[in-house]
């Protein structure tokens, strides 16, 4: 069965790093596409950034653009989110995702899901 394990959460000051990893397990995912999402108290989940792991292929939210990048590693089988500049509306928890086919933004076409990380950045 498909395992998506988050890790690498924690608490940063404003304008600091942090950096999250994604270890998939159950399946070849050469045809998938793995995506970084978050979820604030309150809010709706929204999609940060996403790879496919065959192409290498990366999108960004345009709140996140510039400070935080999405990378895969194929020998490990981890996607990693580095995030860079973070501010306190960053605060949330950070979830790892994969679904069959092309990197997309809403969530509901995500077939599995990992438990979530959270991130807090203090003012």
């Known amino acids: 069965q498909v395992q998506l394990v988050e890790s690498g959460g924690g608490l940063v000051q404003a304008g600091g790093s942090l950096s999250l990893s994604c270890r998939a397990s159950?399946?070849?995912?050469?045809?998938?596409?793995m995506g970084w999402f978050r979820q604030a108290p309150g809010k709706e989940r929204e999609f940060v950034a996403g790879t496919h792991w065959n192409t290498g292929y990366t999108k960004y939210a345009g709140s996140v653009k510039g400070r935080f990048t999405i990378s895969r590693d194929n020998t490990k089988n981890t996607v990693n989110l580095q995030m860079n500049s973070l501010k306190p509306e960053d605060t949330a928890v950070y979830y790892c995702a994969a679904r069959l086919g092309a990197v997309a933004v809403n969530p509901q076409v995500y077939n599995y899901w990992g438990q979530g990380t959270q991130v807090t950045v203090s003012s």
């Open positions: 159950g399946r070849t995912f050469s045809s998938y596409a």
